[in-house]
């Protein structure tokens, strides 16, 4: 709806197709799996997403403290061994890795395989797992199955998390995260269990400088793609119409 008598200069036609932006904010549990919310708005908010069902289960944000030193750069850790959040769920790599992604290029959904024990059901599995009021950590396999830890370094993140585990409801996150240096309340890590599909995107005109952590070593195998076409970089049209001549 809009007021007539306010774009009474305009044209009739036009006054027709006349439409206006809602700059109202929705609730965030809503924000978190549309339009995306910012990583330190959804720690702030972590117990109203997951009383509202909006968490996807497993997944952990973790504050980082970005030290800035003066005429020389900055300083942060990653995480120690057996502390903070990782220590409380017993989670730590096996594997270090950093990846560059360029101003403006995207890593397609991706997705590593949850490993369920023979005699279980994935259902009866992931509810042990994730339903109770007291997490039991000990029970989780990290050695049989791909936990991922992010940290980012530089730049700006649009990343969306898709949960995907068989008879989990089909959650969706989409987070903005500041590298370090741009230090802030969205210095967050990121822990992405199994079964939850993950997509990346540089955001701004800086290239993004990631950490990130794996509790198995790779395996080309258990790394599964999805919708991840964008990252193909195609020939123009008449380069490809050239080249495929004999």
Known sequence: MHD??????????????LDIRNYS????????????????????NERVLKEAGAWIPGVELIFRHVHPQRH??????????????????????????????????SKGFHIHPPHIP????????????????????SLRRYDLEQWDVMYFLQGRLD????????????????????GDDRKGS???AVVIPPGVSHALRAEGSEDL????????????????????????LPYPPDWAAYIRQS
């Open 159 to 178: 990343l969306t998390l898709c949960d995907e585990r068989d008879s989990m409801p089909r959650r969706v996150m989409r987070l903005f995260i500041d």
């Open 209 to 232: 400088l990631m950490v990130y952590g794996t509790s198995t070593t790779f395996e080309p195998a258990a790394e599964g793609r999805i919708a991840s076409k964008i990252e193909e």
């Open 4 to 17: 007539d008598s306010l774009w009474r200069g305009l044209r009739p036609e036009a006054r027709k197709k």
């Open 72 to 105: 020389r750069g900055l300083f942060s850790e990653l995480g120690r061994e057996g502390q903070g959040r990782l220590g409380e769920i017993g989670l730590w790599p096996k594997q270090w890795a950093a990846a560059k992604m360029f101003a403006g290029s």
């Open 118 to 137: 023979t005699e279980a059901t994935a259902a009866e599995w992931f509810a042990k797992l994730f339903t109770a009021e007291e997490p039991d950590y």
């Open 25 to 44: 904010a929705p609730e965030v549990e809503l924000r978190i799996a549309t339009e995306g919310l910012e990583a330190g708005a959804a720690v702030a």
């Open 186 to 188: 969205n210095n967050i």
